[in-house]
C-alpha cells in the first residue's frame, strides 16, 4: 500500500508545477513513455487539458518537458498493434505543425492507448467534436485590448487618406461586394460604386483592385487584387480595364505596373479554370511575373524541411539537403518581388499585386513592401497593424536588419506559436466576415493583448527610429540563411546557445542608464531650495531628465 501510495505522490508531483491557463481544465493524465529522439525511451506522466499536451519525465537521470498546444498538433496515429513485437512499438505517434513529430509507448494489454487516443483526438480537433475552440472557453484577462490595436479608418488617416484622389468606401460593409474583404476599402476618387460591383465580376472571388498604402511624397500607391477571369476565351472587361487606369492616373504614373507573383506558365495554365492574367488590352500598363510557387509547392518544400531538420541535423550534407528543399529558393523569390514592389513605388510609380485569389503570395508581397517603405510597421505596435492589416481583414488561410525594427526575434516565435495554438482569436478563421458571424471579438481575447502587457520582452534595444528610411535587403542565396531559431529549435544543443552576450549587455547598460536617470530625477525633485538652484542660466529648464538626456548614447 505504502509503494502504491508514493508511487501516486510521485505522479501528482510531476505534474504539480503545471501552470493551467485561466478556463484551462484537465482533461486525463497517464503513464506513459516519450521516444525522445535526443534522450531515447523516457518514462513519464503526460496530462492533456482541453488546451495542451504536458509531459514530464519521471526519470531522474533525464529532465524532459513538452509542453504542446493543442491546435498545433496536425494529426494523430496510432502506432502498431496488440500483436505488435519489439520494445516500445504499440502507442501514438503525433505530428505538429511546428516541426516536431512526437512519439509516445504504452503498455499492450487492456487496450491501454483506446481512452487517451480518443480524448487526444477529441479535443485536438474540437470543431470536428462539436466542442468550442479554446479560445472561446478561456478566462484570460488583460490590461489592454488588443482588438483596438487596429482601426481601419485610423491607419488610412496615418496614411494621408481620404484626400483628392482616394476615397474611403463602406460599400462592403455587409461583405456583400466580397465576403473575403474587410467591410473598410480604400478606392479611385473617381470610380463609382456602381463601378466597383462590375469590377467585382471579373476579379476571382470578387476581390478587387483596392489601395494598401500610399507614399506620402510621391502618391504612388500598393495596390492588392485577385486574378481577372480572363478564361480560355480571352474575356474582357471595360470597367476593370478602366478602372485599373483610374489607379494609374491618381498619380501620373506613366506605366501602371501589374505584379503577378505567380510563374507564366501557371498564370496560362489558370485560364483554364476561368483565370488569367491582364493582356496587351490594358493600355499604360505593364505585366510582370514573379515566378513564386503556388501553395502546394511550398507544403512540400516545406514538409522536406521539415525532415532535414527534425529530429536530427546532418551536418555532413547539411548545405545540399538544405538546398534539394527549396526552401531558401522560394524564399529568395518572394523577397525580391517584394523588393521590385518597394523599389517601384519608392520611385514614384504606383503597382497592383496578385496572384490567383489573392491571398497568400499577394499578402506575402505587400506586407513585406510595406515592411521595407514605412518605419511605421517596423514599431512593435505598427507591426501588429501591418498584420492586422495585410494577413488578418484582407483574409489568408491561415534576416536580419539589427537596428531597424523595434521588436525582436522573440516576438516572431511568439506569434507563430500562437497561430496555431487557439489561446487567442487573433488567427481564427479565413477572414473578417467569419469572424464577425462567429463574434470573434466580444468572446476572444487577441494576441496584442498579451504582446502589448509584456512589451520589454519583446523590443529590440539596438532600435534606432528612422523615418523616411527604405529598407532594400539583399535577396541573394548567398545572404540567405536558414531561420535556426524556429526551424531547428527543438534541437537541444541549439537550445542551450545563450542570448548574443552584446545584446545582454546592451540590455545592462540600458537598464543602469535608466537607474542613473532615475536617480538624477528624484534629486532634482528633493532640491527644491532656491539657493541650491543653478544660477548660471538665464531661464529655467523646465524638460525633464528623461528628456535631456534623451539624446544619450550607451557606448559598447
Request: with cysteine; aromatic share 10%.
Amino acid at each position: 500500500m505504502c509503494v502504491k501510495a508514493s508511487r501516486e505522490s510521485l505522479k501528482m508531483e510531476l505534474l504539480a508545477d503545471v501552470s493551467l491557463l485561466p478556463g484551462e481544465e484537465r482533461i486525463t493524465d497517464k503513464d506513459i513513455i516519450y521516444i525522445c529522439p535526443f534522450s531515447g525511451a523516457v518514462k513519464g506522466k503526460v496530462l492533456i487539458t482541453n488546451y495542451r499536451l504536458y509531459f514530464k519525465s519521471s526519470d531522474t537521470d533525464v529532465m524532459v518537458t513538452l509542453d504542446v498546444p493543442l491546435g498545433a498538433i496536425s494529426r494523430v496515429e496510432k502506432m502498431g498493434g496488440a500483436s505488435s513485437r519489439g520494445e516500445n512499438s504499440y502507442g501514438l505517434d503525433i505530428t505538429c505543425k511546428d516541426m516536431r513529430n512526437l512519439r509516445f509507448a504504452l503498455k499492450q494489454e487492456g487496450h491501454s492507448r483506446r481512452d487517451i487516443f480518443e480524448l487526444l483526438f477529441r479535443h485536438a480537433f474540437p470543431v470536428s467534436h462539436g466542442l468550442p475552440l479554446f479560445a472561446y472557453v478561456s478566462q484570460e484577462k488583460y490590461g489592454d485590448n488588443g482588438w483596438n490595436i487596429y482601426k481601419p479608418i485610423e491607419e488610412f488617416r496615418r496614411q494621408g487618406l481620404p484626400n483628392n484622389k482616394w476615397r474611403i468606401t463602406f460599400i462592403n460593409k455587409n461583405y456583400e461586394l466580397c465576403d473575403t474583404y474587410p467591410t473598410v476599402l480604400a478606392v479611385p476618387f473617381k470610380s463609382k460604386e456602381e463601378d466597383l460591383r462590375r469590377v467585382a465580376t471579373f476579379r476571382s472571388r470578387g476581390r478587387i483592385p483596392v489601395l494598401s498604402w500610399i507614399h506620402r511624397e510621391n502618391q504612388a500607391v500598393i495596390i492588392r487584387c485577385s486574378q481577372p477571369l480572363v478564361g480560355m476565351s480571352g474575356k474582357r472587361n471595360k470597367d476593370d480595364e478602366r478602372y485599373l487606369e483610374l489607379i494609374r492616373e491618381a498619380n501620373n504614373t506613366t506605366k501602371l505596373t501589374i505584379y503577378d507573383a505567380r510563374p507564366n506558365v501557371n498564370a496560362v495554365a489558370n485560364k483554364a479554370t476561368g483565370g488569367g492574367y491582364e493582356g496587351d488590352e490594358y493600355q499604360n500598363a505593364e505585366l510582370i511575373f514573379l515566378d513564386i510557387q503556388n501553395i502546394h509547392v511550398m507544403r512540400e518544400s516545406l514538409k522536406k524541411l521539415k525532415d532535414i531538420v527534425y529530429p536530427n541535423v546532418e551536418e555532413s550534407h547539411w548545405l545540399s539537403s538544405l538546398e534539394s528543399t527549396h526552401w531558401l529558393e522560394h524564399v529568395k523569390l518572394v523577397l525580391s518581388g517584394a523588393i521590385q514592389v518597394a523599389d517601384k513605388v519608392s520611385s514614384g510609380n504606383s503597382v497592383v499585386v496578385h496572384c490567383s485569389d489573392g491571398w497568400d503570395r499577394t499578402a506575402q508581397l505587400t506586407a513585406l513592401a510595406m515592411l521595407m517603405l514605412d518605419s511605421h510597421y517596423r514599431t512593435l505596435r505598427g507591426f501588429q497593424v501591418l498584420i492586422e492589416k495585410e494577413w488578418i481583414s484582407f483574409g489568408h488561410k491561415f534576416a536580419s536588419f539589427p537596428t531597424a525594427f523595434e521588436f525582436n526575434e522573440r516576438l516572431l516565435l511568439m506569434i507563430l506559436d500562437h497561430l496555431y495554438s487557439c489561446r487567442f482569436g487573433t488567427f481564427l478563421y479565413n477572414c473578417e466576415s467569419a469572424r464577425d458571424q462567429h463574434d470573434l471579438r466580444s468572446k476572444t481575447v487577441s494576441l496584442w493583448s498579451l504582446v502589448n502587457g509584456k512589451m520589454d520582452i519583446y523590443l529590440n534595444p539596438f532600435y534606432t527610429p528612422e523615418s523616411g528610411r527604405v529598407l532594400y535587403p539583399v535577396a541573394s542565396m548567398r545572404h540567405l540563411e536558414l531561420w535556426v531559431t524556429y526551424y531547428i529549435r527543438w534541437n537541444p544543443r541549439i537550445r542551450q546557445q545563450q542570448q548574443s552576450p552584446v545584446e545582454q549587455r546592451y540590455k545592462e547598460l540600458l537598464a543602469l542608464r535608466d537607474e542613473y536617470l532615475k536617480k538624477l530625477e528624484e534629486l532634482q525633485l528633493s532640491d527644491s531650495s532656491p539657493s541650491s538652484r543653478l544660477t548660471n542660466s538665464p531661464t529655467p529648464n523646465t524638460s525633464t531628465p528623461s528628456q535631456q538626456y534623451a539624446h544619450l548614447q550607451t557606448p559598447f
